[in-house]
C-alpha cells in the first residue's frame, strides 16, 4: 500500500486548506484512513480518522474545524482545514489501518501499518 500527501502550504491565520492522500486502490475502501501531524519538536498526535462506513473520529482541539472525509472511487482520503490557527502548524501525515478494532487502537499511530510521505502546513498569525 502506498500512500501520497498533498496539499500543505502556507497560509494566514483563519484561512483554509484541504489535505489529499491518494493511495494505492487494491484494498483501500476496507481501510480505516487516519491523520496525523507532528509539530516541530513535538510528538506525534493524532488529528482525525475514517472507517470504510463513514465513520469519524476527531481530536477535540479540530473537531469544529476539520472534516475528513474519504472517496473510495478515487482512492483518496481528505482533510478540509478550515479557521486555520498557529498551532496546527507541522508536518501532517495520512496513514492507513488494515482492519478497524477500536478508536483506541485508530487514533494511535503505532496500530497503523502504512504510512505517507507528509506534508506541510505552516499558519502564519
Known amino acids: 500500500v502506498q500512500l501520497q500527501a498533498s496539499g500543505g502550504g502556507l497560509v494566514q491565520a483563519g484561512g483554509s486548506l484541504r489535505l489529499s492522500c491518494a493511495t494505492s486502490?487494491?484494498?483501500?475502501?476496507?481501510?480505516?484512513m487516519g491523520w496525523f501531524r507532528q509539530a516541530p519538536g513535538k510528538e506525534r498526535e493524532f488529528v482525525a480518522a475514517?472507517?470504510?462506513?463513514?465513520?469519524?473520529y476527531y481530536l477535540d482541539s479540530v473537531k469544529a474545524r476539520f472534516t475528513i472525509s474519504r472517496d473510495n472511487a478515487k482512492n483518496t482520503v481528505y482533510l478540509q482545514m478550515n479557521s486555520l490557527k498557529p498551532e496546527d502548524t507541522a508536518v501532517y501525515y495520512c496513514?492507513?489501518?488494515?482492519?478497524?478494532?477500536?478508536?483506541?487502537?485508530?487514533?494511535?499511530?503505532?496500530?497503523?501499518?502504512?504510512w505517507g510521505q507528509g506534508t506541510l502546513v505552516t499558519v502564519s498569525s
Open positions: 475514517i472507517r470504510w462506513s463513514g465513520g469519524t
Open positions: 486502490g487494491r484494498i483501500f475502501s476496507s481501510y480505516l
Open positions: 496513514a492507513a489501518k488494515e482492519r478497524f478494532t477500536s478508536w483506541y487502537e485508530g487514533t494511535r499511530g503505532g496500530f497503523y501499518d502504512y
